[in-house]
């Protein structure tokens, strides 16, 4: 009992410090962070929801900040020695090596993607999860990204996106994707919604 009540505490704690450091990034990079808080539990559970642990390849996240949705992909099941995170905040990337050890953290810009990649993948990707605040970038570099990450990924598998917009992110007119999007999240803060893209 005492010892789930100090693992309890630990948890808060370590929550308070990573809501800290967000709030610190959007202060500095208001554009580049896109979140004032990391994602909730409900929101990095419907991510992590949308991967399938069994396919094999490596799963690619995009802006992981403290690792929220990283530890809902983890308790989905997926190994952290097969993520590849890819995060642009130095300070984020030494807390993520930290926390995911066997994780392969790559700091650099994630629209970018395929050049980041091109000497890492070994095998197409299972799946690419994005925490990227897309609607900051002007649709060109949304839809750039997404046909990159097409590139990477293999045949059906998904880019999973979430977004506090009532919109997609990439039109749902794009011709080269298909769309696929959840309920509302209204336990996160603010409310969010997941998208899933299929290349066609």
Same mark, same amino acid.
């Given at each position: 009992?005492?010892?789930?009540?100090?693992?309890?505490?630990?948890?808060? $704690? !370590?929550?308070?410090?990573?809501?800290?450091?967000?709030?610190?990034?959007?202060?500095?990079?208001?554009?580049?962070?896109?979140?004032?808080?990391?994602?909730?539990?409900?929101?990095?559970?419907?991510?992590?929801?949308? $991967?399938?642990?069994?396919?094999? +390849?490596? %799963?690619?996240?995009? +802006? @992981?900040?403290?690792?929220?949705? !990283?530890?809902?992909?983890?308790?989905?099941?997926?190994?952290?020695?097969?993520?590849?995170?890819?995060?642009?905040?130095?300070?984020?990337?030494?807390?993520?090596?930290?926390?995911?050890?066997?994780?392969?953290?790559?700091?650099?810009?994630?629209?970018?993607?395929?050049?980041?990649?091109? !000497?890492?993948?070994?095998? @197409?990707?299972?799946?690419?999860?994005?925490?990227?605040?897309?609607?900051?970038?002007?649709?060109?570099?949304? %839809?750039?990204?997404?046909?990159?990450?097409?590139?990477?990924?293999?045949?059906?598998?998904?880019?999973?996106?979430?977004?506090?917009?009532?919109?997609?992110?990439?039109?749902?007119?794009?011709?080269?994707?298909?769309?696929?999007?959840?309920?509302?999240?209204?336990?996160?803060?603010?409310?969010?919604?997941?998208?899933?893209?299929?290349?066609?």
């Amino acid at each position: 009992m005492l010892f789930q009540s100090t693992l309890s505490i630990a948890k808060k $704690v !370590t929550r308070i410090d990573d809501e800290m450091r967000f709030i610190r990034s959007w202060l500095e990079r208001p554009l580049a962070t896109g979140a004032v808080m990391p994602s909730g539990r409900p929101l990095a559970r419907a991510m992590a929801q949308c $991967v399938d642990p069994d396919p094999p +390849g490596p %799963l690619i996240e995009l +802006g @992981p900040g403290t690792g929220a949705v !990283t530890a809902a992909l983890v308790e989905r099941g997926i190994k952290p020695s097969r993520m590849v995170l890819v995060e642009f905040n130095a300070t984020f990337c030494r807390l993520l090596r930290t926390r995911y050890p066997e994780a392969t953290v790559v700091q650099g810009d994630a629209y970018r993607l395929r050049r980041l990649m091109e !000497t890492l993948l070994r095998q @197409p990707a299972a799946a690419v999860v994005s925490g990227l605040p897309l609607f900051t970038k002007p649709l060109k570099f949304r %839809l750039r990204l997404l046909a990159d990450a097409f590139t990477l990924l293999a045949p059906g598998a998904p880019f999973v996106q979430f977004t506090y917009a009532a919109v997609s992110p990439i039109p749902r007119a794009y011709s080269r994707a298909r769309a696929q999007a959840s309920e509302r999240i209204w336990f996160n803060l603010p409310p969010a919604r997941v998208w899933v893209y299929r290349k066609v």
